[in-house]
């Protein structure tokens, strides 16, 4: 694992970068640093972490513009998207920061009168990261935060195709005062860093967002050394308009959900499921509204759609529509593709399918792209039975303004995050991440400092 990483704009194809890949020694001593490293920030008091990572918070703030332009330029989306990703990737810091100081333990009362029992939390350990390119920040910071506030170290490896944001968030954690070792970088082949990562005794814990495959191959190899694992997975988020829908806000988080960062989140709603009544009246104002997304390079003024990741991303989403077509889907709006092979950039027109089926790969395969697939329900079991029927479980959403319907679907829905008439439920406040097989832990809110912590119980025995 030597030479160069490249690093390419998705909307133009230009090389912008070019970063050293590590070695397998220089990641292992990477790993052993964190490993002396946590010694020391394991010890610091908890509102001095709170204060550094503080500083952190307030240096990417300052510098949020030039990171928004890192993320366009190397990840396509859309400059103010960007921008809010940055805040959003922020507030995960300043909320650990103070969540840093809240890390309590408790008292328990003895069954005899000569012990006292007392739990206290300590950190777990060296942390490694392994993140995506969609989120080339709030995927970091959603982890190092909570990670460093617990007193961990952490190291993380980016995606290949995103690397830059994750070396600049690394260094205004150095300058705002992080010690070097404890927080690092690391850059190289997914597998091969991965495996490093695993084999390590050091590494206490592997936190990772990505496929459910990588995932599950993850959780296999960290079984050597028991670590600690925390996996944020694919989804396959249904969208369910019931009959007494408000139809105006049910289009317009919809949209929000469908086409944000082009599709490409876990949590975009993926299978629009519409009761038969209203089908009709949502598939054209959604089409409408879906008309009206200008696809472009996201520097451009008024650009809401930004390029496609790669190639690969690109052949799925393709294959995806043109299997629908051939099994019977109409396009409804979009379809169109504008890409250069030779220079490698690659658009999709936003789409929308209706007389969509379960025989349709685009209805059970994750879709990672700007394609809205409508399919109907009659009665409200058999929305949740079409939206529950799929290995996965990170987000749905749900528009009913009938309370009782919306307390049935809530509860009956397998899904570790639900929208109710909301289309972007996130907030760094909140618990994040899937049941089945999207995923094991949650990031954010209380739960996401929990998986950065050990639990110790302590009982005292006094004289008789
Ligand atoms: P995507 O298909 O969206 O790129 P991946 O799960 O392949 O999703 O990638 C997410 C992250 O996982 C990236 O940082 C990538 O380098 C890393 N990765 C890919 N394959 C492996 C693997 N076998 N082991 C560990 N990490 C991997």
Not at 176 to 186: F, H, K, N, T
Not at 241 to 254: F, M, R, T
Not at 420 to 434: E, L, M
């Amino acid at each position: 694992m030597t030479n160069e990483l490249k690093v390419y704009n998705p909307a133009t194809g230009e090389e912008i970068a070019s970063v050293a890949q590590h070695t397998k020694e220089q990641i292992e001593d990477a790993i052993s640093r964190s490993h002396q490293a946590f010694k020391a920030w394991a010890k610091t008091s908890a509102h001095e972490r709170a204060n550094i990572i503080r500083k952190w918070f307030d240096l990417m703030i300052e510098h949020k513009e030039r990171l928004a332009k890192i993320i366009t330029k190397e990840n396509g989306k859309p400059y103010q998207e960007a921008l809010g990703e940055i805040v959003y990737a922020a507030g995960y810091i300043e909320w650990y920061a103070e969540e840093a100081k809240r890390i309590y333990g408790r008292t328990i009362p003895s069954h005899t009168t000569n012990k006292r029992l007392f739990v206290t939390k300590q950190p777990v350990g060296p942390v490694a990261a392994i993140t995506p390119w969609n989120f080339p920040a709030a995927m970091i910071t959603r982890k190092a935060a909570p990670a460093l506030a617990a007193g961990c170290t952490f190291i993380v490896k980016p995606a290949e195709d995103t690397p830059l944001t994750a070396i600049e968030l690394v260094k205004l954690g150095h300058e705002a005062g992080i010690p070097e070792d404890a927080l690092q970088w690391v850059i190289g082949d997914g597998k091969e860093v991965g495996e490093i990562f695993t084999d390590s005794p050091l590494i206490r814990k592997i936190t990772f967002t990505g496929s459910t495959p990588v995932g599950k191959h993850l959780i296999k190899n960290s079984a050597s050394t028991v670590k600690h694992v925390s996996m944020e997975l694919g989804g396959h988020a249904p969208l369910i308009v019931d009959k007494d829908a408000n139809l105006e806000l049910a289009v317009k988080q919809a949209m929000a959900s469908k086409f944000r960062n082009a599709g490409q989140t876990c949590v975009c709603a993926n299978r629009l499921i519409v009761h038969e009544d209203i089908h009709e009246a949502f598939a054209q104002v959604f089409s409408k509204e879906v008309e009206k997304l200008k696809v472009g390079n996201g520097f451009e003024e008024g650009t809401s759609i930004g390029p496609i990741i790669n190639k690969r991303g690109f052949d799925k989403i393709v294959s995806q529509i043109q299997d629908a077509v051939d099994k019977g889907a109409k396009i409804l709006v979009g379809g169109d593709t504008h890409f250069d092979d030779d220079k490698s950039y690659y658009f999709v027109q936003p789409t929308v399918l209706t007389h969509v089926d379960p025989s349709m790969n685009i209805m059970h395969e994750e879709t990672f792209g700007p394609v809205a697939p409508i399919t109907t329900f009659k009665t409200l079991d058999e929305a949740i039975e079409l939206a529950n029927d799929t290995p996965f479980g990170l987000a749905a959403y749900f528009f009913t303004e009938n309370y009782r319907n919306g307390l049935y679907i809530s509860e009956n829905l397998d899904y570790g995050i639900i929208g109710w008439n909301d289309g972007g439920p996130s907030a760094v406040q909140a618990p994040f991440g899937g049941m089945k097989e999207s995923g094991i832990g949650r990031e954010g809110g209380i739960e996401g400092i929990e998986p950065y912590l050990e639990t110790k119980y302590v009982s005292i025995g006094l004289d008789e």
